[in-house]
């Protein structure tokens, strides 16, 4: 994609990079007192959460691991279903453990309802949600987010490990898809 293709399709910058950054630190100095002398495991959500939590956990003052899920609901749609496939699960164990979801982005809650139910019948110690984006007004079930980046209009965003097609994660800024699916 060029760089005058690139310019046709993205349009408003909701979220700047400076923005993106400093927001990101705030999130961590929270965490880290909030699990102050706990061991955290971070549960990434791929492929759009890659960004976010690497950032997250340069930021992190705790000790901290990390593992990935990959997870299924939309398919080849823009619209979550809500039927929801794991596509790559966890390798460690969450028994006892101190567990953060960390997502890139909330919308309707059901995908994120999905996985909390999964994930706290493996026993952890706590469970927890950081989303650096979250849309209430697509939400069709409510989600307990305790840590949230910030809230956005409905719109259909890329960005920051946010993507269309594969197209637009390495956007150092979120920003509005200037023709969106439909």
Not at 73 to 91: E, F, P
Not at 167 to 180: E, F, G, I, S, T
């Amino acid at each position: 994609m060029t760089q005058a293709e690139l310019n046709a399709a993205i349009g408003e910058v909701l979220v700047a990079e400076d923005d993106l950054r400093r927001r990101v630190s705030e999130l961590a100095a929270e965490i880290s007192e909030d699990y102050a002398g706990k061991e955290l495991l971070l549960v990434g959500v791929l492929k759009g959460a890659i960004f976010f939590i690497a950032d997250l956990m340069r930021e992190l003052r705790v000790v901290c691991e990390v593992d990935f899920m990959a997870i299924s609901s939309y398919g080849a749609a823009t619209d979550s279903s809500g039927v929801v496939r794991i596509l790559k699960d966890l390798d460690a164990s969450l028994e006892g453990r101190h567990v953060l979801i960390v997502e890139d982005i909330v919308d309707s809650g059901l995908t994120l309802s999905y996985l909390m139910r999964n994930l706290a019948s493996r026993g952890p110690a706590s469970l927890e949600v950081c989303a650096l984006l979250t849309k209430p007004a697509r939400r069709e079930i409510e989600v307990p987010v305790r840590y949230v980046g910030f809230e956005i209009p409905d719109r259909f965003v890329v960005g920051y490990g946010l993507d269309y097609a594969e197209r637009h994660r390495n956007l150092p800024y979120v920003a509005v898809l200037r023709d969106p699916p439909s």
